[in-house]
């Protein structure tokens, strides 16, 4: 397969951004060899700037539900910018999205659209520290929030612990404003709510953690969680930026039928386009300038042409039997897989949940960071230098999940499947 074009492209992007990316994972560090440089994606397919074509299990790292350039979405999107792309200034378009939003899910009375993931998790942080007047936030180890100061923070040497920061640059208070505790470890959620009484503003979790492979997380864990919050007076903020619009459209709180206090959105809601949200009950969002004391603000935010992206896939996802068949054809791709690895007696297995899946090199059940076999990466390796030789497109990283879109054929299935298979009997050398 010939990629000279984009070796050539990435030397030149090199001497322009640090490691030649605008986000680090794009890199291949863990991979190894040479990005891939893109030039247009259609349904479940990529095609690279030397013409080479894939099956895309990345889809921009989870917000392509419906794959490439759904023409539903590109419609909208032409529509609005036909008449301007930008105002600074209300539009009805916001109104159309939140009320596909707020109308479709229990668990949300008023929402504040931002222009990323990060954002959202930065805000939803600072309005839960404003409405409760504390500073401390609890967060899980293998959970990722994006590159959030507060959140840019791993474990230390004890259980629960004020974790070190995973960045150079994250000032040392707040680091200290952050408790770090393992995943389906509820002893040491209580434990750090003694330990620190009226000062944890609120618990931040991945409800279904997809940043660290898939780590399993219990629903009575998740449950609790919300218990012992709201006994201590904290909040308890779900990031649904990967899962929110995935797992169903109310998300990991509809699929688990457990409401928390805030929740945060990203990737989906935004159609391909950079948007974020984050949203709670009225009383909460009553706190949010310019109705409250808790400021955040935006120039692109709202931006009409994302709302516009953004309407056009959310009503895609209202449509019924979407889920359920994206759930079925994911299920029944990942079986084939399965039984390939189970029938060869492979340490291998992969996790799902819904159209989520991850390719895991063991046999054991993984439900925190640490339990992940780096091991397994360099079969990881191996496997995404074949696959790319066949034409299957994953992210560059063994720690990151694969996602099926609703644009993904049985055929496309089919293929990558036997693809995989093939890869994996290249891995364990059969
Ligand atoms: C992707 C992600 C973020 C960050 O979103 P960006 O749009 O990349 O800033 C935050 N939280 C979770 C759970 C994510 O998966």
Redesign the pocket.
């Known amino acids: 397969m010939n990629r000279s074009r984009s070796a050539e492209l990435f030397e030149t992007a090199k001497t322009y951004f640090p490691g030649g990316v605008n ?1 680090p994972v794009r890199a291949f560090r863990s991979v190894g060899g040479t990005p891939l440089f893109i030039k247009q994606g259609d349904g479940a397919y990529l095609t690279d700037e030397d013409n080479n074509t894939f099956i895309d299990f990345c889809l921009s ?2 917000p392509l539900i419906l794959g490439h350039n759904n023409t539903r979405i590109r419609e909208k999107v032409w529509e609005t910018i036909n008449r301007g792309t930008s105002f600074g200034a209300p539009t009805a378009l916001e109104n159309e999205l939140a009320d596909l939003i707020l109308t479709n899910n229990r668990f949300l009375e008023k929402i504040r659209f931002v222009s ?6 930065m805000s939803a942080i600072r309005l839960a520290r404003g409405y409760t007047g504390r500073d401390k936030i609890l967060k899980f180890e293998g ?5 959030v100061d507060s959140l840019l923070v791993k474990a230390g040497s004890g259980l629960v612990t004020f974790g070190n920061s995973s960045s150079a640059g994250v000032p040392k208070g707040l680091v200290n404003d952050t408790l770090v505790v393992p995943l389906n470890r509820i002893d040491l959620v209580k434990q750090a709510f003694e330990e620190y009484p009226d000062q944890i503003a609120a618990v931040i979790i ?1 409800p279904i953690p ?2 660290n492979g898939l780590l399993q997380v219990s629903k009575e864990f998740l449950f609790c969680l919300g218990c012992i919050a709201r006994k201590n007076g904290a909040l308890l903020i779900f ?5 929110g619009f995935r797992v169903g459209f109310e998300g990991a709180a509809g699929l688990y039928n457990i409401a928390p206090d805030i929740i ?1 959105y ?2 989906i809601i935004g159609g391909g386009f ?1 948007v ?1 949200a984050y949203g709670a009950s009225r009383e909460i969002m009553s706190r949010v300038s310019p109705d409250g004391d808790v400021y955040q603000a935006g120039t692109l935010s709202g931006n009409p042409v994302a709302m516009s992206a953004g309407i056009a896939a959310l009503s895609e996802c209202l449509k019924p039997g979407f889920y359920e068949q994206l759930d079925d054809k994911t299920r029944r791709f990942t079986e084939k897989i399965e039984a390939h690895s189970q029938s060869r007696n492979y340490p291998f297995r992969i996790f799902r949940i819904g159209s989520i899946f991850w390719l895991a090199f063991t046999r054991a059940d993984i439900r925190a960071a640490e339990e992940i076999d780096p091991a397994g990466m360099d079969k990881f390796k191996v496997l995404h230098a074949f696959l790319l030789e066949r034409g299957v497109y994953f992210g560059p990283s063994g720690y990151e999940v694969g996602f099926v879109s609703a644009a993904h054929s049985e055929t496309d299935l089919d293929t990558a499947a036997a693809a995989i298979c093939d890869g994996l009997d290249l891995v364990y050398g059969q």
């Open positions: 986000s790292w989870g990323s993931g990060t954002e959202a998790v959970c990722y929030h994006g590159h991945e997809a940043n990031d649904e930026v990967i899962s945060t990203g990737k950079p974020g």
